[in-house]
T-cell receptor, first 113, second 115 residues
Framework: GNSVTQMEGPVTLSEEAFLTINCTYT??????LFWYVQYPGEGLQLLLK?????DKGSNKGFEATYRKETTSFHLEKGSVQVSDSAVYFCALSPSGGSYIPTFGRGTSLIVHP | GAGVSQTPSNKVTEKGKYVELRCDPI?????LYWYRQSLGQGPEFLIY????????DSGLPNDRFFAVRPEGSVSTLKIQRTERGDSAVYLC?????????????FGPGTRLTVT
């Protein structure tokens, strides 16, 4: 079956540090890949997505590249802010645009001033 | 406009009791989804409605769980004979007709605690 593995958290960084949150997946075919963010007290929000190999999704300074050869979709940001503190979820949607996503367990990011 | 809302935000109940969790989707969204998020885990799909009918309920864990959407808008997730293992955050999401998962808008969730 499909699965998503994320690095354990929490990830604790100082403001302006470089961020990487690792995500690897197992799926048949060519899934679409997503990063969602959950700010404290709010619902999950789509952060970025990539639908095919070598695509790069980007939003709000965050980036992730769909690497089929390593089945990875690592999230990066060059300079984090305190306001980036949240839980980040990697997810996949199977080939064919199925509406049923598989989520990773989430990685908490804490950014200190 | 208003986003997806869920009520109550928190629910504490005793083992064996019946609970109902409500979801108000974004107006005009035809699709509605329920997920369960256990502590330290990502959301797990429970059931998907397209209009009034359940298009896919394959994620419901057992027959104690049931969901309805009688008028194609508000949905209620019902859990009978609650167990401590049902404790989790229950998330609702809605999307326009034909949208993929990247167009699912999530509510803030209902935190259910079974004592």
């Amino acid at each position: 079956g499909n699965s998503v593995t994320q690095m354990e958290g929490p990830v604790t960084l100082s403001e302006e540090a470089f961020l990487t949150i690792n995500c690897t997946y197992t799926a048949t075919g060519y899934p679409s890949l997503f990063w969602y963010v959950q700010y404290p007290g709010e619902g999950l929000q789509l952060l970025l997505k990539a639908t095919k190999a070598d695509d790069k999704g980007s939003n709000k300074g965050f980036e992730a590249t769909y690497r089929k050869e390593t089945t990875s979709f690592h999230l990066e940001k060059g300079s984090v802010q305190v306001s980036d503190s949240a839980v980040y979820f990697c997810a996949l949607s199977p080939s064919g645009g199925s509406y049923i996503p598989t989520f990773g367990r989430g990685t908490s990011l804490i950014v200190h001033p | 406009g208003a986003g997806v809302s869920q009520t109550p935000s928190n629910k504490v109940t005793e083992k064996g009791k019946y609970v109902e969790l409500r979801c108000d989707p974004i107006s005009g969204h035809t699709a509605l989804y329920w997920y369960r998020q256990s502590l330290g885990q990502g959301p797990e799909f429970l059931i998907y409605f397209q209009g009034t009918g359940a298009a896919d309920d394959s994620g419901l864990p057992n027959d104690r769980f049931f969901a309805v959407r009688p008028e194609g808008s508000v949905s209620t997730l019902k859990i009978q004979r609650t167990e401590r293992g049902d404790s989790a955050v229950y998330l609702c999401a809605s999307s326009p007709l034909g949208a993929g998962i990247d167009e699912q808008y999530f509510g803030p969730g209902t935190r259910l605690t079974v004592t």
